[in-house]
């Protein structure tokens, strides 16, 4: 919520109503900072940070600050100031020379101030003149057309605007001449609530720099709202940070906490909620990068298993479709499904497996020195394949097979005789552990 304040030192305060205020708040605090670097202003002049609100000058806000501020933050997406880096090179590349020429055709306002001017290495200095004239026009149409900046976030033709009758955040956006009365009670447009607020032009820098960005609303304290978010959108992962660096911090973690997702190919914001139980089971995985997998399907289609297991954890689904598409690959990946198993032990409900897991284990190693190399391999597609097609009763037939053949007695096959389903980590334990390889291929630590 924002608020006018008379006759005090700062004109404006706002606090952390919900997400739209807190991510706003964030780019605000950033844009400050960056008139402070800069030497426009002094912090003490410019804004205040209390608990749950911050008070600061409006007209500190203007719109060449703001541009230059974009021009800064968002430096690698601005065209031009990659010509201009490379035109502060004495001698240029054959490649250099292509990038530069691509580069002034790269969008409709490149082209628009550049037009039939081609680099041929001798003409800097027009193309350097150019871009110091028109340095604001090329920040802001490049900034609100963008697909990774402005308009990945709000209606473009709203940046600068005064607060309408429609918010300007994508996904709260609507056409109001055709949709104004449907969204209105009694099909009545006076009685639609709305807020829109100039400085929600501040929330694309609330976000992380990534194709899926985030968006931490830990908004108890503006101070650890900023931190948080502040390391979460200069992470080159920021789906690991949030999910793994980050999971032992004490800022946000001990508590349910509030994601705000915007992808790129879509036009509308998505919120997941990291609830404790979620976060007991991030901060119980020791090897993250176990799960940091790119799964070929074809030539066409990866699987993104990071994305793919942190999203069931999120959302308390078990891991089962994950495990068994490693345990059928012809790759070896032992080390990574013996991490998901913990993980997804964690999401059956805890550590109740972990003896029987064990003795699986060991008893998987102890078939390994009985029996020769193929007849192993033999039970073990066996077995893939029951657990895979579901047919447990199958699968315990052949573990029984296998125990008469190698005379190894299995004590953790009794849990699975008696509930399979509640068990199945002790029946992945057992499959991946009659592997051979000491590594495995996708780097990783010796198997225990």
Not at 179 to 204: A, H, L, Q, R, V
Not at 330 to 349: A, E, Q, R, V, W
Request: contains cysteine; glycine residues 2%; proline residues 1%.
């Amino acid at each position: 919520m924002k608020s006018i304040i008379k006759n005090e030192r700062f004109d404006t305060k706002m606090e952390t109503s919900d997400w739209r205020y807190s991510a706003s708040i964030v780019g605000l605090i950033k844009y400050f900072n960056y008139l402070v670097g800069k030497g426009y202003e002094t912090e003490a002049n410019v804004y205040k940070i209390d608990e749950d609100l911050i008070s600061y000058d409006s007209e500190a806000i203007t719109e060449e600050r703001y541009l230059l501020f974009v021009e800064d933050y968002f430096e690698r997406a601005m065209h031009h100031k990659v010509v201009e880096e490379i035109l502060s090179s004495a001698e240029f590349t054959v490649e250099q020379i292509k990038l530069v020429n691509d580069k002034l055709k790269a969008n409709t306002i490149m082209k628009k101030i550049f037009g039939d001017i081609k680099f041929s290495g001798e003409n800097r200095e027009l193309i350097l003149q150019k871009i110091n004239e028109n340095r604001l026009l090329l920040i802001k149409e490049t900034y609100r057309t963008g697909k990774s900046l402005y308009a990945d976030f709000s209606n473009t033709n709203s940046l600068f605007e005064e607060p309408g009758s429609i918010c300007r955040i994508q996904n709260y956006n609507i056409d109001a001449p055709k949709k104004s009365k449907s969204i209105s009670y009694n099909w009545d447009f006076k009685t639609y609530k709305f807020d829109d607020e100039k400085e929600f032009d501040f929330i694309p820098f609330a976000f992380s720099k990534s194709y899926e960005a985030f968006f931490i609303n830990n908004n108890y304290s503006i101070r650890e709202l900023y931190k948080t978010n502040n390391l979460l959108s200069n992470s080159n992962n920021p789906r690991s940070t949030l999910f793994c660096d980050l999971k032992n911090s004490s800022d946000y973690i001990d508590f349910d906490v509030e994601v705000i997702i915007k992808n790129r190919n879509v036009d509308y914001f998505e919120t997941l909620y990291i609830r404790k139980d979620a976060i007991k089971i991030f901060k119980a995985i020791d090897e993250y990068k176990a799960i940091k997998i790119r799964y070929k399907i074809n030539d066409n289609y990866y699987i993104d298993f990071e994305k793919k297991v942190t999203d069931k954890i999120l959302n308390n689904i078990k891991l089962d479709e994950l495990i068994e598409m490693l345990i059928k690959s012809n790759s070896n990946y032992s080390y990574n499904i013996k991490t998901l198993i913990k993980i997804n032990t964690l999401i059956y409900g805890g550590d109740k497996m972990d003896k029987q897991m064990k003795s699986a284990y060991a008893s998987a190693k102890r078939v390994m020195r009985e029996i020769p190399e193929n007849k192993v391999n033999s039970y073990k597609q066996k077995l893939i394949s029951a657990i895979t097609f579901k047919d447990y009763e199958r699968f315990c037939e052949i573990l029984l097979q296998l125990s008469s053949y190698s005379g190894v007695v299995f004590d953790f096959a009794y849990d699975l005789f008696q509930d399979f389903d509640d068990n199945k980590n002790i029946a992945y334990t057992f499959i991946n552990a009659l592997n051979n390889e000491s590594k495995k291929e996708n780097g990783g630590k010796k198997d225990e």
